[in-house]
């Protein structure tokens, strides 16, 4: 039943995040709580197969929620090279 519960989660805070572009400080809030919940309670569950057998749909909701965890690092990462690079610049044409 946790597993189950740290799964629809999951699926709410990928959705959130899937659905809105939020501040850095927020990403990195909803990132924490998903590294939580994949280290604390879903990784464990599937090494130990305690959890396990899941039915055919958890399987697939599981690996659709990879994928989409996937997407969204890649768009963080892409996101915070940019802020890293960002470099505010003074148009000639703009007044002090």
């Given at each position: 039943?946790?597993?189950?519960?740290?799964?629809?989660?999951?699926?709410?805070?990928?959705?959130?995040?899937?659905?809105?572009?939020?501040?850095?400080?927020?990403?990195?809030?909803?990132?924490?709580?998903?590294?939580?919940?994949?280290?604390?309670?879903?990784?464990?569950?599937?090494?130990?197969?305690?959890?396990?057998?899941?039915?055919?749909?958890?399987?697939?909701?599981?690996?659709?929620?990879?994928?989409?965890?996937?997407?969204l690092?890649?768009?963080?990462?892409?996101?915070?090279?940019?802020?890293?690079?960002?470099?505010?610049r003074?148009?000639?044409?703009?007044?002090?």
């Open positions: 039943m946790q597993l189950e519960t740290a799964l629809k989660r999951l699926d709410i805070l990928v959705g959130q995040l899937s659905a809105t572009t939020t501040a850095p400080a927020d990403l990195s809030e909803a990132w924490t709580e998903i590294d939580d919940l994949l280290k604390s309670v879903i990784a464990p569950a599937i090494k130990s197969g305690g959890s396990l057998p899941l039915e055919e749909e958890a399987k697939a909701e599981i690996g659709n929620l990879i994928s989409e965890i996937a997407a690092e890649q768009k963080l990462q892409i996101k915070a090279r940019a802020l890293d690079t960002f470099a505010p003074k148009n000639s044409d703009d007044p002090v």
